[in-house]
């Protein structure tokens, strides 16, 4: 089973504005930039990021999304999501640079705990589209890892949807940063609720080795976008 650490011993990442509004996939993003920044001699006593690094916070990523929405006439609210695809393009075409220098989607269905993992594996981090059980969303700050069983509550439900990041994974768990914290995750839960995964590539993958082969790979991805210039 494929195993994983990018979390540099990061546990706290910030809610970046998403107990506020519905910009779970912005913060999604940004707490993957997070992780993809983490020096490798950083542990859980001492977070180090590559120099000249700054975490983003909640009013960086909050005006971003806020830039996103306007674009489409739409201003942020609680209940106003970003749709993943049209989000990271509009980061490719960002200006006066690009947030986003590449992206992939992977569409899941069967071998979903395996193919998250090898493609968060080969990307430093992944970006998952979900759908929340009830219970997993009513029960978030409990220690209880998310799983599923046979009740309605412990199914997966389509208005709850959620976007979150993929930084490690264990023998028994995903560990997905969202909400300001790392969140188990088993197997299970990702076969039947997991729905899309995103592979980025961002400034901070140049800081490590292989950029030129991710950069070659996420183009034979179904769905790919390659800023220009890159």
Known sequence: MITFDF???????????????GDCVVAS???????????????????????????PGDAY????YAQYLATLGEVPGPDVGV???????WCIAHQ???????WGRVDLSQDVDATIR???LQYTGAMLTIELTYNSWANFFQRTPWDVGPTSQDQPSPALWHEVALVRATADYDVVA???QNKLATPA?????ARSCYVVLMHEDTWRPGFADKLEAIQTLPVFQVAAGI
């Open 61 to 64: 990523t909050l005006d971003i």
């Open 178 to 180: 969202t909400w300001d």
């Open 189 to 193: 839960y990702m076969q039947l609720c």
């Open 7 to 21: 979390t540099g011993g990061l546990r706290r990442y910030g809610w970046k504005g998403n107990n506020v509004d």
């Open 29 to 55: 993003l940004e707490d993957l930039r997070m992780a993809k920044a983490t020096a490798a001699a950083s542990t859980i006593e001492k977070i180090l990021y590559h120099v000249g690094f700054r975490p």
């Open 96 to 102: 006066p640079a690009p947030l986003v220098l590449a």
């Open 118 to 120: 090898a493609l968060a």
């Open 83 to 89: 749709y993943v695809d049209g989000f990271l393009r």
